[in-house]
């Protein structure tokens, strides 16, 4: 009888023990589950840290590969103005006709960047195709897009715009997510250079 009572209370020890185990694994109701990221979720890229720049704000600086070789950082053009446009993917080679367009009205002095989310070596057989006076910087990932405010989460993609830059390396227009022409956009340069 007594072997009987301590098999049976090593059983009931055995038995509290593996719930109290089980227990340790079962949800908690005062903790919130876990997010897991899945399709359609934010992810931990710098593109997804959107930045917001407007006028009277520090140009951010960047450092670029070009197409056709070479690099391109910001802050070395600064004592001079500085167009810089983000161009929407989806807009591809017809945007180098806007971009060539763009460049050829603005004041001759006026260097008109254009950051665009492919690879330079892209870039680079487009600019063979379809000369441009701009120039094409390679943003494969968006990043400088994003610190910019220029980067549509949606379609993980750039939106199209421009910002003019002025000598100081500040920010005297910037217009994101809006269509304008060519013209347009060169007129609001010349108007920001010359005050004409």
């Known amino acids: 009888m007594l072997r009987l009572a301590l098999v049976l ?4 020890a055995a038995a509290s023990a593996a719930a109290q185990s089980a227990d340790r694994y079962a949800p908690n109701p005062n903790v919130p589950p876990i997010k897991r990221a899945g399709p359609g979720t934010l ?3 710098a593109r997804h840290t959107l930045g917001r720049v407007e006028k009277g704000d520090r140009a951010p600086d960047f450092d670029l590969p070009l197409a056709g070789g070479g690099r391109v950082k ?16 989806r807009d591809g080679i017809e945007a180098l006709v806007g971009l060539d367009t ?3 009205e603005v ?3 006026v260097p008109v960047l254009a950051v665009m989310q492919e690879k330079a070596s892209t870039l680079t057989a487009w600019a063979a195709r379809n000369p441009t006076h701009a120039l094409l910087l390679e943003d494969a990932l968006g ?9 549509d989460l949606e379609r993980g ?3 199209s715009g421009y910002a003019i830059v002025d000598p100081a390396g500040v920010v005297q227009r910037i217009v994101v997510g809006e269509r304008t022409s060519p013209a347009e956009a060169a007129r609001a340069v010349q108007y920001a250079v010359t005050g004409l």
């Not at 910001?74 to 993917?89: E, I, K, M, P």
């Open 157 to 159: 993609e750039p939106r």
């Open 74 to 89: 910001l802050s070395t053009l600064r004592g001079q103005w500085v167009v810089v446009c983000f161009v929407a993917r």
């Open 43 to 45: 992810g931990t890229s």
């Open 143 to 151: 990043d400088i897009a994003a610190a910019w405010g220029a980067f």
């Open 102 to 104: 763009l460049a050829r």
């Open 9 to 12: 209370a090593l059983l009931l």
């Open 107 to 109: 004041p001759e002095h």
